[in-house]
């Protein structure tokens, strides 16, 4: 009896002072994780503390949070917060490893850093660095159809199909945190690039291709609790449309511009991607305020 004492007081020391949360993240976790994250292809590649801070430059996701952020989503997780050792998770921990998404009609390979840092503050950080060129390869790929559309009109119907190449593309978080759980989230999309519009019906068919100097797009996500979870109800609503035509009056550009912000925001709204996008569920306890940083790199 004496020596189960003797070692539950040992343990309870250990537990407290941080060297089992310290073996943990030293010798166990490092064995641990690849074969965890295999099952969501996902390869581990490093993980540790107290060297030089990752920085996503040209490709990349990293995701920073503090870990005071950490202990409160714990709290509200159903797990309890006290499973959480001391010295597990310090200040300047990462983890890093390469996530490969199947099902998107091409290798791709994305370097991810998860780091634990205290000048994350309260929010999650989330920063995606990514190359225009590959991303103008996957919307050909792999959503070619959310840019057709099937319309009716006085001769009968049409085929609009619809194509834009990024140039530049920048998403940030527009006033984080909210005010309240039920207020929207909303994320500010500005981008540049080209425009190509394919009309086909039973008697014409025609091209149109638009320079787009400067496009702003406003995303508006509104919460929806379910008992499974959190859902989302979502809009876009176009705020800026700059473009350029050849050899056309700027007085025609305007009003083609209006007709294009119409068309592109009819396109976002389509009740088939909103029902798509209010399948998705998130768990109740999981954070909504985030900092978004997203934005394409040189091609």
Avoid at 72 to 80: C, E, Y
Avoid at 154 to 172: E, K, T
């Amino acid at each position: 009896m004496l020596v189960l004492l003797f070692a539950m007081a040992l343990f309870g020391t250990f537990w407290q002072y941080g060297l089992i949360g310290g073996g943990l993240r030293r010798y166990v976790l490092p064995r641990v994780l690849p074969p965890l994250l295999e099952r969501h292809d996902i390869v581990f590649r490093y993980m540790g503390a107290g060297g030089a801070a990752s920085t996503v430059s040209r490709r990349g996701l990293q995701v920073s949070m503090s870990k005071a952020c950490l202990l409160n989503v714990l709290s509200r997780s159903p797990l309890p917060a006290w499973l959480l050792p001391p010295g597990l998770v310090v200040d300047g921990m990462e983890v890093r490893a390469d996530w490969l998404p199947p099902d998107v009609g091409q290798p791709l390979r994305l370097p991810c850093v998860l780091r634990f840092d205290k000048a994350a503050g309260a929010m999650p950080r989330v920063r995606l660095r990514f190359p225009a060129s590959e991303l103008n390869a996957l919307l050909s790929d792999v959503f070619a159809d959310d840019w057709s559309e099937r319309e009716a009109y006085f001769l009968g119907h049409y085929n609009l199909d619809q194509r834009m190449r990024f140039h530049s593309l920048h998403v940030a978080s527009v006033d984080m945190p909210r005010q309240a759980a039920s207020e929207a989230l909303r994320f500010r999309a500005t981008a540049s690039g080209r425009l190509r519009y394919w009309f086909k019906d039973s008697f014409v068919t025609a091209r149109l291709a638009v320079d787009v100097q400067k496009l702003v797009i406003l995303f508006t996500f509104v919460p929806v609790v379910h008992d499974d979870g959190t859902g989302f109800d979502y809009r876009a609503r176009v705020e800026a449309l700059d473009i350029r035509l050849r050899n056309m009056a700027p007085w025609l550009e305007r009003r083609v511009a209006k007709a294009l912000a119409r068309s592109m925001e009819r396109s976002q709204n389509k009740p088939r991607k909103k029902a798509r996008m209010a399948r998705h569920r998130l768990p109740a306890w999981l954070p909504l305020d985030i900092q978004v940083d997203i934005m394409l790199t040189e091609q």
